[in-house]
């Protein structure tokens, strides 16, 4: 495959990120995970044991780092200081570990990001010698702030997360796409099939989710709709859909050499 997704130094075919909360087991998270084809996927440090923990069961032994690129993430995380010491306490259990998520909340109700926070940290943690990944809010100011702070990708959300609102403002969303010189995924919010599939359509280059697949009433089901509509986005971006027409039809056969 040539069109591949690039994060930082490293190219991936999947462009669906998957998360790893709310499943009813590892034994269901595996199966949603490999369902979804999903190389990249997220763990939240201060909810999932990754090896802190000893002598309870690790995701580590459920989903090898082998097999698959950790996305430490800082859910839970009111403040850059919380956010900062969580990622680097995710680098030391995964050996050194760079790419990480970056998430600075505002709010417990909404989950709204707080964005002065999340640009504080951001400066810190790229300043440190991580990759940030970092969930924002859909304001194109803030997320060409964040590029250039030096950013890997940025992740507007589409609605609040857990929500699954689907895509409330696709004009913002297309602004950031159009300025931005890095990755561009849809993060949070996403509710069903359909949705990833706009997000790749208007240009988004991945779409990160988990309560989407885990709450859905069969997740291994939903994850494996959700990797054809990411793919099936994806190709209709690059194919470029018709122009939109108002009041002007033009048939799909032609109009020439018809039978008098």
Same mark, same amino acid.
């Given at each position: ?10 190219? /991936?075919?999947s ?13 269901? %998270? ?11 996927? !997220? ?15 690790s ?35 995964? @050996? ?7 998430e600075?909340?505002? @709010?417990?109700? %909404?989950?709204?990001?707080?964005? %002065?926070?999340?640009l504080?940290?951001?400066k810190?943690?790229?300043k @440190? ?6 969930y ?17 990708a ?11 609102m ?25 509710? %069903? ?10 240009g ?6 988990? !309560? ?8 291994v ?15 209709? /971006? ?8 108002? /009041? ?13």
């Amino acid at each position: 495959m040539s069109d591949l997704l690039k994060i930082a130094d490293k190219v /991936y075919q999947s462009r669906l990120l998957v998360g790893t909360g709310k499943y009813t087991d590892f034994a269901q %998270t595996r199966a949603a995970i490999d369902a979804s084809g999903a190389q990249i996927i !997220t763990v939240a440090i201060r909810r999932t044991n990754i090896g802190q923990t000893a002598g309870e069961p690790s995701l580590l032994e459920c989903l090898p780092p082998e097999e698959f690129t950790y996305l430490p993430n800082t859910a839970g995380c009111y403040s850059a200081d919380d956010a900062v010491r969580t990622l680097r306490l995710a680098r030391e259990l995964l @050996d050194g570990h760079k790419l990480v998520k970056l998430e600075v909340l505002g @709010d417990p109700n %909404t989950l709204y990001p707080n964005m %002065t926070e999340t640009l504080a940290a951001a400066k810190v943690l790229v300043k @440190d010698g991580f990759d940030v990944m970092v969930y924002c809010s859909d304001d194109p100011i803030i997320a060409k702030q964040l590029e250039e702070i030096g950013c890997v990708a940025v992740m507007p959300l589409a609605s609040l997360i857990g929500s699954g609102m689907g895509i409330l403002n696709p004009w913002n969303l297309q602004i950031i796409i159009e300025n931005a010189k890095i990755p561009v995924l849809v993060d949070a919010g996403v509710g %069903t099939a359909s949705d990833a599939t706009i997000a790749m359509e208007l240009g988004c280059q991945g779409v990160l989710m988990n !309560t989407a697949i885990a709450a859905a009433r069969d997740p291994v089901l939903m994850a494996s709709a959700m990797k054809k509509a990411v793919e099936a986005g994806r190709e209709a /971006y690059l194919a470029g859909r018709m122009p939109k027409k108002l /009041y002007s039809a033009s048939p799909s056969s032609p109009t020439t050499g018809m039978i008098a």
